[in-house]
């Protein structure tokens, strides 16, 4: 279908398109094909297929917000105020890890965190091939609503997504299109 609206396919070699491969591999690959054939590309939007709750008017905000700030690369997030993580040590005891316990304090008086919800990213290729990453250089981040900052790997994730999407998306005509 992309061809029809004029895309180009770049095939990815078979050593970077396992289930172990990394989009960077990927990215990089497709950066290499395009300079043999002299096509510049000023900025990347990599996009996870794997997070598709999203609207077409997410990118070009960010894309917008990208070239207005000077950002070298982007990450699609969601602001969390009332998230408080714990981990395990290798002895089996659990510990909080982004805050203190102790000192827990109200939700209203913590400082706000960024969950990197992996939607897209945008980026300078010249940040990629320096840091073999999609973020480095200056990072910014393009704040989305917590409802499109779920992703599907199981079938109880595409079930959970597919109703964020029936709600949001097409129910309220959200689409973006």
């Not at 010249?126 to 609503?145: A, F």
Request: glycine share 6%; net charge negative.
């Amino acid at each position: 279908m992309a061809k029809q609206f004029g895309a180009g396919i770049i095939r990815r070699p078979d050593e970077i398109s396992n289930d172990s491969a990394s989009s960077e591999a990927a990215w990089l690959h497709a950066s290499s094909v395009l300079e043999k054939q002299d096509i510049s590309v000023d900025v990347v939007l990599g996009i996870q297929a794997t997070s598709p709750i999203r609207n077409t008017y997410d990118f070009d905000e960010a894309l917008k917000y990208f070239e207005l700030n000077h950002y070298d690369s982007l990450f699609s997030c969601t602001e969390l105020n009332d998230f408080l993580f714990w981990k395990q040590d290798k002895e089996g005891n659990y510990y909080s890890c982004n805050y203190d316990y102790k000192l827990r304090g109200r939700r209203q008086g913590r400082d706000s965190q960024y969950l990197e919800n992996g939607s897209f990213y945008l980026f300078k290729p010249e940040i990629l091939k320096k840091h073999n990453n999609r973020l480095g250089g200056v990072i910014g981040v393009y704040e989305m609503d917590f409802w499109k900052s779920f992703q599907i790997d199981d079938l109880e994730e595409f079930h959970f997504c597919e109703i964020l999407m029936r709600h949001y998306i097409l129910e309220k005509g959200n689409t973006g299109f």
